[in-house]
């Protein structure tokens, strides 16, 4: 992955653990999407007090790649960029590591703005488009 413009800190909890003492891998999932609404939120796509029905994007495809075993207390972050921005779509990168850059796992979503009270795929919002370029220092959309 490109160096993220964004991270986010994670708390490992003893409740993340199997029983092999280390994080189960479901738990990824929920971290990706943890720094993935922070994320929004710093670009102010997004708010705390907003209704999930009212982001108007659905996660189409998650992707995770596991590279190392994460243990109870390692001071992890998310690193999160926005690596494609279609007309519909776009495509956030995620990676997992320690503050010495040991890398635990990194992953994708493909996500599409959707409109829930249609039920339709819909353009993304120019705002977001405006955001997400010029924060993510990308040139066009594809």
């Given at each position: 992955?490109?160096?993220p413009?964004?991270f986010y800190?994670?708390?490992i909890?003893?409740?993340?653990?199997d029983?092999q003492?280390?994080?189960?891998?479901?738990?990824f999932?929920t971290?990706?999407?943890?720094?993935?609404v922070?994320?929004?939120?710093?670009?102010?796509?997004?708010s705390?007090?907003?209704?999930?029905?009212?982001?108007?994007?659905?996660?189409?495809?998650?992707?995770?790649?596991?590279?190392?075993?994460?243990y109870?207390?390692?001071?992890a972050?998310?690193?999160?960029?926005?690596?494609?921005?279609?007309n519909?779509?776009?495509?956030?990168?995620?990676e997992?590591?320690d503050?010495a850059?040991?890398?635990?796992?990194?992953?994708?979503?493909s996500?599409?703005?959707?409109?829930?009270?249609?039920?339709?795929?819909?353009p993304?919002?120019?705002?977001?488009?405006?955001?997400?370029?010029?924060?993510e220092?990308?040139?066009s959309?594809?």
């Open positions: 992955m490109a160096d413009h964004f800190p994670i708390e909890r003893y409740s993340d653990l029983p003492g280390h994080v189960n891998n479901a738990r999932l971290y990706f999407e943890q720094a993935r922070n994320y929004l939120i710093n670009l102010d796509l997004f705390k007090n907003q209704s999930f029905l009212e982001t108007g994007i659905i996660i189409a495809e998650a992707k995770v790649t596991f590279k190392a075993p994460v109870f207390e390692t001071e972050r998310i690193g999160v960029r926005v690596s494609r921005l279609g519909k779509s776009f495509t956030m990168e995620y997992m590591s503050q850059g040991k890398l635990y796992a990194s992953g994708s979503t996500i599409v703005t959707f409109d829930y009270r249609s039920h339709a795929t819909i993304v919002p120019p705002m977001w488009r405006e955001k997400i370029l010029s924060f220092s990308l040139e959309a594809g």
